[in-house]
């Protein structure tokens, strides 16, 4: 049995797909916005300041592996109900609260890990879902663009690892945005086009990042934001990041004379 902390976006909708082929028993703890998985009959919408119940549903379930996946929107702290573990565990919430998102979820990890309950990779049952090193499309970086690109994942590779910041835009010149907590289509949709100049996006995980619930996803949508931006190259890193649509995005790439790379 395995427990399914699920969230916004199509990741989650990848995972479920892969579990029922492989027909293999699941549950769902939505922490969607609008409680997107009501429709499924495996599914228990749950506040996240209910940890007794949360925990209690688990261990009802015998269940010892869980997976984070999809954008889980960060709580509101003053508006969450709490149960009496969540009376005792917010603090250290709220703590990590100032950290960073990603803090919030590294403590989400801490405190399942003390109840015996382990988090296992989100792409543990969907391995297609990442790239291998290589690039994949017709058009290939040169040397020029190798050196902008090192340029770039050198800069994100010294950014803070507990917040939001995954991805960037650099060209020949400058760093043009960094992702902020509105995510990657806020961030590209924000570059002023000039056709002139060549952009570049990197969206790599960040060196302590925890890769167990929290891989950068790129998926067809951002690749229309991308054509947009006037993005000549996508940079991701093998094996840890999400891409999702693989084939109609590639094949968007190629027609749009970008490059799509894992390093």
């Known amino acids: 049995m395995i427990g399914l902390f699920l969230g916004e976006n199509q990741l989650p909708l990848e995972i479920l797909k892969s579990l029922k082929k492989k027909k293999l028993k699941y549950f769902i703890i939505d922490l969607s916005k609008n409680n997107k998985f009501k429709k499924d009959k495996n599914c228990y919408f749950i506040s996240i300041g209910k940890f ?8 009802s379930k015998k269940c010892k592996k869980v997976i984070f996946a999809g954008n889980i929107i960060k709580p509101r702290i003053s ?3 709490l149960d009496f573990k969540g009376v005792y565990y917010i603090p250290r919430i709220i703590k990590a609260s100032k950290l960073g998102d990603a803090a919030i979820l590294k403590e989400l990890i801490k405190i399942l890990s003390e109840n015996k309950i382990k988090v296992i990779k989100l792409n543990t049952y969907n391995p297609e879902l990442t790239l291998k090193k290589g690039c994949f499309t017709k058009i290939r970086p040169n040397i020029s663009d190798l050196r902008i690109i ?10 803070n690892s507990l917040n ?11 760093i043009l945005s960094f992702e902020k907590r509105k995510g990657t289509k806020h961030m590209l949709r924000s570059i002023k086009k000039k056709k002139s100049i060549k952009n570049y996006l990197l969206k790599i995980p960040k060196s302590k990042q925890d890769l167990r619930v929290d891989l950068p996803t790129i998926g067809f949508d951002t690749l229309k934001d991308c054509k947009k931006a006037n993005i000549k190259g996508i940079v991701m890193k093998a094996n840890q990041n999400i891409f999702l649509d693989r084939s109609k995005s590639l094949k968007y790439a190629n027609k749009y004379k970008m490059f799509v790379i894992a390093q």
Not at 52 to 59: A, E, Q, R
Not at 150 to 159: D, E
Request: glycine share 6%.
């Open 52 to 59: 007794g119940k949360i925990l209690d549903l688990i261990k």
């Open 79 to 81: 508006k969450l109900k």
């Open 150 to 159: 090192k340029k770039g994942t050198q800069i994100l590779s010294r950014s």
């Open 164 to 174: 939001h910041v995954q991805a960037l835009v650099i060209n020949n010149k400058k």
